[in-house]
């Protein structure tokens, strides 16, 4: 047989399940984030924040005039971000390396989200905390869930 033509072995098949691995990992965490954030979300702002943006409508866009794919799109692309962080740079993977990378980046933009707006608008002190506080413990989850699925092969 010509070499193109021979059939796969099954160290081809084997070779080839483990470079698709990863990528299904990572997707895998990213769907996952993305689901256990839109929870986080629905508690910190429906819940928790609610009643202070009913207090401080003037500040808000209304609800209907919110461009979801927006959020949508800058919701994937943060978590593409926290996934290729992690995939590339951090060695080895596992929970406390997820958990410390999540931490790390999470307290970032809890202070760029919540005290950096409150620097420059006049929201409620308790929503740049409940922001701030958000923003970290989606870094935490994110973090939590990339060391427990994404593993080095």
Do not use: C
Not at 39 to 60: C, G, K, Q, S, V
Request: proline share 7%; net charge positive; aromatic share 10%.
């Amino acid at each position: 047989m010509a070499r193109g033509n021979r059939a796969p072995t099954e160290r081809d098949v084997s070779g080839a399940n483990r470079r698709a691995q990863p990528v299904k990992r990572s997707l895998l965490a990213g769907f996952t984030i993305l689901v256990a954030w839109m929870l986080l979300d629905l508690l910190i702002h429906r819940m928790f924040l609610a009643p202070f943006y009913e207090a401080t409508t003037n500040l808000w866009r209304p609800f209907d005039q919110m461009d979801v794919l927006l959020i949508y799109t800058a919701t994937l692309v943060l978590i593409g971000v926290f996934i290729g962080i992690y995939t590339w740079l951090v060695r080895p993977k596992s929970l406390a390396a997820g958990l410390g990378l999540g931490a790390s980046i999470g307290l970032a933009l809890g202070v760029a989200v919540g005290l950096g707006t409150f620097i420059h608008m006049p929201i409620p002190p308790p929503v740049a905390w409940g922001w701030f506080i958000g923003g970290w413990l989606k870094g935490l989850v994110a973090g939590a869930v990339m060391g427990l699925v994404i593993i080095d092969p």
